[in-house]
């Protein structure tokens, strides 16, 4: 028997081949569902606020359907669980019930979160789900504690980045549909990994979009990078909120997902009181609370925005972390000197060395890329609110041939790079390959099949590059060529330098997890120095009487160093530049046992110490810090 709430939108198979269809569609005086296999029209009711709806008996899980508009129109629904034929075929009524083996989970601490991003039709051949699932002893072997699905929601063809999807409640058929994503998160459960899913609630994709025919889904108040904005506080907004709120509670619910990272936040258009952001984090929080599990809500922002993770009693939106691109923009730029486009606006050390204090490096501050004040400070937002990474999908992707940061950067800086994410303060995320030097580019891609679309994505593409300076061709986005090229080749990570990174990776994710002072994400511990003509920087923290010393070179030539290091034994528990990494060779000692050493930094490198000291008082005076 279906527990499903009694308002559940969509076809609700309840038992006994019996189903609830309901669909929001004020448009209309009459709607019916049309049943494919047996050609039945059955009418539905109409009732408040717009919705039709009816009890529907001898249908049963599998059975495809429509609804009939007038005018004998037949559109799949907005709340379908599962398009077996594409966004343009019909909808399939799908049974809830599944032999689910994870009851004892129930989920794992935001704080412990090592994610690992990937595309699901880039990660394996086969694309699928059922693919991913065979790979998960992987995500364990390399250490990480969360897998991040980008978008899975039905969107045009066989491939796509996810973010064209126009069927939120549908998992992707060509990946294998609602019960192999299922299975999916089971097993990972079953091996202590966390998922998360990407959603989108910004706009949906293009093509198969025929929600305006059924209801006032999108307002003509608000434009975004997709067109008119979906209708989050005009007349018939608390329909909409109520559709994706449902889709969110279906994600965490039904399939069992322990977080969603929200796309582009900043895209959602909403005036309201009492905003959309607000009203969904209430509803997340408090089904977590009703089964028991951890679940998590993680906002992309391009905004900077602190209140996106503050309290909604202290005028927030209550949300439990958010995406830092401001680490991202700030360590690439000190890597490869890159400064065009959004670049621009990043650069100098300092700002590497603020974003690693607070998280934030533009708080406020003149944005010449934006001609405006951008931002608002993140100092006193715990660590553990704020993912960072060196690479991930748009950062990648969004480049005209979606190079990696290997096609820029020496191997000693990809490790540099490795070590900043992983011994951060803050959530870190991989984006798939990173770990061991994938070679495999992540461009844009597409399968739809309007010609007059492709050429406008194609067109798109090329004008969104214009204030880069990027040179040569940008792959064709409907090509299967420029998604095969995309395809992982994992044989890669036991092979020459690609495994050398993958056991650096995987060690640097081990000492995360084994060290107290890493666990810490208050910045009340944490302590950041620079010596920025020398592009040096020095972190510290503690939990207790633990202290972890975190040292890291960005210059071109070794640097001597002279700080003040309390009495006791200091262990080093990680050195980038050591052969066994394929390093130059370290100098650093083993250990330190207090007073001012003078210390030779290898150039693009980093280390790591750690020591037991008193709990009381302060333990280092890095303001001594000397060449």
């Known amino acids: 028997m279906s527990l499903q709430p009694a308002d559940a939108i969509g076809a609700i198979y309840l038992d006994e081949d019996t189903c609830r269809f309901r669909v929001w569609a004020p448009h209309h005086e009459e709607v019916a569902v049309r049943l494919v296999k047996s050609d039945r029209l059955a009418p539905l009711d109409k009732t408040a606020r717009g919705y039709h709806e009816a009890v529907v008996r001898d249908v049963g899980p599998g059975e495809l359907y429509f609804f009939e508009l007038r005018n004998d129109r037949r559109r799949a629904d907005p709340a379908s669980r599962f398009q077996p034929e594409g966004v343009h075929g019909p909808s399939a009524v799908v049974n809830p019930e599944f032999p689910w083996t994870d009851r004892g989970w129930h989920g794992i601490e935001l704080a412990d979160y090592v994610i690992y991003e990937l595309h699901v039709g880039c990660f394996s051949a086969a694309g699928t789900f059922a693919a991913l699932a065979s790979r998960l002893d992987y995500f364990c072997e390399l250490g990480v504690t969360a897998i991040e699905l980008m978008p899975i929601a039905q969107f045009p063809g066989a491939r796509n980045w996810g973010y064209d999807g126009v069927y939120p409640f549908a998992a992707q058929n060509a990946y294998g549909g609602p019960v192999e ?3 999916l998160v089971d097993a990972c459960h079953e091996r202590e990994l966390a998922v998360i899913l990407d959603v989108v609630y910004n706009h949906l994709g293009p093509e198969g979009n025929y929600f305006p025919e059924f209801a006032p889904y999108f307002t003509e108040r608000y434009q975004t990078p997709w067109g008119a904005a979906l209708n989050f506080d005009g007349p018939g907004s608390d329909e909409v909120r109520n559709f994706f709120i449902q889709n969110a509670l279906y994600w965490v619910r039904d399939c069992h997902i322990d977080a969603l990272r929200l796309d582009a936040v900043h895209a959602i258009l909403d005036h309201s009181p009492i905003t959309f952001l607000e009203e969904l984090a209430g509803a997340v929080h408090r089904e977590a609370e009703q089964l028991g599990r951890r679940i998590f809500l993680i906002a992309e922002s391009a905004d900077n925005d602190r209140r996106l993770v503050t309290a909604p009693e202290r005028g927030g939106y209550g949300l439990d972390a958010q995406w830092n691109d401001d680490f991202h923009h700030c360590l690439r730029t000190v890597l490869t000197g890159e400064q065009s486009g959004y670049y621009r606006d990043y650069g100098m050390f300092g700002q590497l060395v603020k974003a690693y204090r607070e998280g934030f490096a533009y708080s406020g501050e003149h944005s010449e890329f934006r001609a405006r004040r951008h931002g608002s400070s993140s100092r006193d937002i715990s660590g553990h609110r704020l993912v960072v990474f060196a690479q991930n999908h748009d950062q990648v992707g969004n480049r005209m041939r979606g190079d990696r940061l290997s096609a820029a950067v020496s191997f000693e800086d990809l490790k540099l790079a490795a070590g900043l994410v992983l011994l951060s303060p803050y959530l870190p995320l991989l984006f798939m390959g990173e770990e061991y030097s994938e070679d495999a580019p992540f461009p844009y891609f597409i399968s739809h099949s309007d010609p007059g679309l492709i050429e406008a994505v194609r067109r798109g593409r090329q004008s969104e590059f214009a204030s880069f ?3 040569g061709d940008i ?8 998604f ?12 020459g330098t690609h495994k050398i990174l993958w056991e650096f ?21 944490l302590k950041v120095i620079a010596r920025e003509n020398d592009h040096v920087l020095v972190a510290q923290r503690s939990s207790g009487a633990h202290h972890a010393v975190f040292v890291a070179s960005f210059g071109a030539e070794q640097v001597p160093l002279v700080f003040s290091w309390p009495e006791g034994s200091w262990r080093k528990r990680f050195d980038s530049a050591a052969q066994k990494w394929r390093g130059t060779g370290s100098e650093l000692p083993e250990r330190i046992a207090g007073g001012a050493p003078s210390l030779c930094l290898a150039p693009r490198s980093f280390a790591l110490f750690d020591g037991q000291l008193p709990s009381e008082g302060e333990h280092g005076t890095y303001e001594n810090l000397a060449r």
């Open 181 to 183: 994503l299922k299975k």
């Open 505 to 525: 990776y995987r060690e640097l994710i081990r000492v995360r997890k084994s060290l107290a002072a890493l666990a810490s994400f208050s910045k009340d511990t």
């Open 484 to 495: 095969l090229s995309a395809k992982l080749d994992h044989e890669l990570h036991t092979k």
């Open 475 to 482: 792959p064709d986005p409907q090509s299967d060529a420029t």
């Open 469 to 471: 300076e990027w040179q």
